[in-house]
């Protein structure tokens, strides 16, 4: 048996293996075991998580799966005494001994009820740093993989544009260009730049594939209607650059429809771009449920067999949670034996699958170190980067001098508001075990002795008490605070008025952001924009801390309030990075991964929208209040000596740019550099970002900031669909938002096409 030979090669070993698999055992590997629905003791705490003294249905097992084995085991999360239990069945059982690959959720930490909470994908767009991101990534990595699973379902690369789907949070926001940074950035700190045999990687898995965040009225699973240039232009490359250049073998693909054409059995999205064109090594996985969409959903069948044979004849090689075991393995077999699927195509999907498990060590080492997640789980350095990325995140978008908090000079402030005293950490997190202090706690840890600190509420995000909620069969529970939360805005007005500062936290909770909760009205949900009205008549300063998932429509509060500050979802630490940006312990830096609408009316508003149509509409302005890149900061940088240097290569430039920070404060700026092409074949925007760089610069202190642009930073997909750079001329700007931009240069494309 050449296939349990370690010195061979994986695609030896799976050549090997699969000679001698039945069908039966082949399609296996496509099936995917929830564990928690065969455990004894599910946990109470988690719906996708097992107690670890639990044991499970062994009998059902055998039932349903016999000496077949199984391609891989999710919602299972628990510690990994556990996942070797069901490890050691289906290698002891199973005819062949094929381990299973164990998968799990870990959009900013890994699911479940162990780990650490890191800041939402949002806040790493946020940050505008790739290079944080990736460490956060290495640490969620090393934590899954201790806990006994080797897979995770993540990145989510949809573009954020469309500011009323819900699952905005997950994303790095609306720009291709950062995007796809941020999505390398994840995966190759996930799988340790290839080397996924290593006991702190884990195969990384992006998803939606591929056009997921403009569903029509931000409705989660909407079609997309898009045409194939913005597809091939904003959207693809995003996964592109996610597979080719950070070498992520697997993706999810989403559940719509792009121009009616379903992601989850095309030909062209899954077989002709992923796996042809991208070079896809591993599997593409279908999201719970899409296989049945097929028929349920877009109609294009009538029976659950054929929108089977659909999805895998096309490109689909593992279901999601979808369909009963027995009856998706039975009907798999059936449409080979019937000549529906060719059997090729079952060696193709399961060829995938095992040389992704040799390359794991999964038949060398299938079960875990039962303890040493106890060293890893939480460990400091993990929680001393899950601060700092809340610190990075934080996006100052109005400030009239109010910020930074002078603590000798107050000597009370007024905590208010439905998150000041429950702290937000977003959807798709684990469920923490220990606690997550607040801001009004933070606050009064740092300041109680000098200052008077008092909290009050005022009102809830949303009514009622806090409930589960299951969304295409997932369970997301998590949002603290809301079943006791009582209307009490008269209350929180009194207290505010006997206070120097008010500082008022809100936003979002898991009922207005997150999978599954769509919201087409993008102001403050329930009495909260009440209220900052309410305590903005007091007349004494005003600072509003948002922590949310979305824009929001702050059309009224950026006229009352003194300064707004967004956090977004800054997991575990997240009151503790707002706290320090607060007082000016922290100076902000954050930017706006995505654009705030002047109005919930007028939207999309994304900053690479063509230009053609009227600058403005009866109500006023059309573009973004706060644009994409925006962001301020407590001490002023100025730009100049841009210089633009013609490199070898036809389309290769060196740019480079000083930035002086001419304030009394140490600070980051994130410098941008965007592109436009001034003369086009085709409607092009007019301003692309290209190229982006954090930098720390002291008081008095001048950095040089260099770029590389490229082939891929003026290219463009022409009238005949193909990608060309055309001559001409384009305008290199520079600055500190899509909407300042501080130097200018061009340079010409002088050769011939």
């Not at 693809?236 to 950070?246: C, N, T, W, Y």
């Not at 490109?315 to 059997?343: H, N, Q, S, W």
Request: hydrophobic share 35%; with cysteine.
């Amino acid at each position: 048996m050449s296939y349990k030979n370690p010195n061979l090669a994986p695609q030896e070993r799976a050549e090997d293996l699969l000679s001698q698999m039945t069908l039966e055992e082949k399609v296996a590997q496509m099936d995917m075991v929830a564990g928690v629905k065969f455990a004894s003791k599910p946990d109470p705490r988690q719906h996708c998580s097992v107690e670890p003294d639990s044991d499970y249905d062994w009998d059902a097992l055998q039932r349903l799966f016999g000496d077949r084995g199984v391609g891989y085991v999710h919602d299972n999360y628990s510690v990994p005494s556990l996942a070797n239990k069901v490890q050691r069945y289906f290698i002891e059982n199973s005819r062949l001994g094929i381990p299973c690959i164990f998968t799990g959720e870990a959009l900013h930490g890994i699911s479940g009820t162990r780990g650490t909470i890191f800041p939402c994908p949002i806040n790493m767009g946020a940050s505008f740093n790739p290079e944080l991101t990736r460490e956060i990534a290495k640490a969620v990595a090393a934590e899954t993989r201790s806990l006994g699973m080797q897979e995770v379902l993540c990145p989510n690369l949809d573009l954020a544009r469309e500011p009323r789907w819900g699952r905005l949070e997950e994303t790095f926001g609306e720009d291709t260009y950062l995007s796809s940074r941020m999505g390398v950035a994840v995966v190759t700190g996930h799988q340790r730049d290839g080397d996924i045999g290593r006991n702190d990687a884990v195969v990384s898995e992006p998803k939606h594939y591929c056009v997921h965040g403009i569903a029509e009225l931000g409705a989660n699973s909407a079609p997309a209607r898009v045409g194939r240039r913005e597809v091939e232009t904003s959207h693809l490359p995003v996964f592109e650059a996610a597979v080719k250049e950070g070498g992520a073998y697997n993706l999810m693909c989403s559940y719509n429809s792009i121009d009616s054409e379903v992601v989850s059995c095309s030909k062209l999205y899954l077989n002709d771009i992923a796996k042809e064109r991208m070079g896809l090594r591993g599997v593409i996985r279908a999201d719970w449920g899409a296989i049945g969409r097929i028929k349920s959903a877009h109609h294009l069948t009538q029976s659950d067999k054929e929108a089977i044979r659909l999805a895998i004849v096309n490109g689909l090689d593992v279901k999601g949670l979808d369909y009963p075991y027995d009856y998706f393995e039975k009907t798999v077999a059936e449409l080979v034996r019937e000549g529906g699927i060719k059997p090729e195509r079952i060696d193709d999907i399961v060829r995938r699958i095992l040389i992704i498990k040799f390359k794991l060590g999964l038949f060398e080492n299938p079960y875990t170190d039962p303890s040493r997640y106890e060293s890893v789980i939480r460990c400091s350095e993990h929680r001393e980067l899950a601060l700092t990325a809340a610190k990075q995140s934080i996006t100052l978008i109005k400030n009239d001098g109010t910020l930074p908090l002078r603590a000798d000079s107050i000597k009370s402030i007024a905590v208010i508001g439905p998150s000041s005293n429950a702290q937000k950490i977003g959807g798709y997190s684990s469920v923490p075990q220990f606690h997550i202090p607040s801001v009004y706690e933070i606050l009064k840890e740092r300041l109680g002795k000098d200052v008077t600190i008092r909290q009050c509420d005022g009102c809830a995000i949303t009514d009622g008490p806090k409930q589960e909620r299951i969304v295409d069969g997932q369970p997301h529970l998590y949002s603290e605070g809301e079943d006791e939360i009582i209307d009490s805005v008269e209350e929180a007005v009194s207290i505010a008025a006997e206070c120097d500062t008010i500082i008022f936290v809100g936003g979002d909770n898991t009922i207005t952001s997150g999978e599954g909760r769509d919201k087409t009205t993008l102001t403050l949900n329930g009495r909260q924009g009440e209220l900052i009205e309410k305590l903005s008549q007091l007349g004494k300063p005003l600072v509003l801390v948002l922590e949310n998932g979305k824009p929001v429509d702050l059309s009224a509060e950026n006229k009352i309030c003194n300064a707004i500050m967004v956090a977004w979802f800054g997991g575990e630490s997240g009151a503790v990075a707002i706290v320090d940006a607060l007082l000016g312990d922290y100076n902000p830096a954050g930017r706006l991964p995505v654009s705030f609408p002047r109005s919930t009316g007028r939207i999309p508003c994304y900053y690479t929208m063509l230009p053609g149509g009227a600058e403005s509409v009866l109500e006023g302005e059309k573009n973004a209040l706060f644009p994409f890149g925006f962001g301020l900061s407590y001490t002023s940088f100025e730009y100049g000596n841009l210089n633009i240097t013609k490199e070898s290569g036809d389309y290769d430039y060196i740019v480079t740019v000083d930035v002086t920070n001419t304030g009394q404060r140490d600070g980051d700026e994130v410098v941008q550099l965007y592109v436009n092409d001034v003369e086009s074949s085709v409607v092009t925007p007019p301003l692309e970002l290209k190229g982006f760089k954090r930098v720390s610069i002291a008081a008095g202190e001048t950095r040089t900031v260099k770029f590389s642009l490229g082939y891929d930073s003026f290219k463009l997909m022409n009238l005949n669909y193909q990608w060309t750079v055309e001559p001409g001329e384009f305008r290199i700007m520079i600055g500190s938002s899509s909407r300042n931009i501080q130097c200018e240069g061009t340079l010409a494309m002088a050769f011939s096409i």
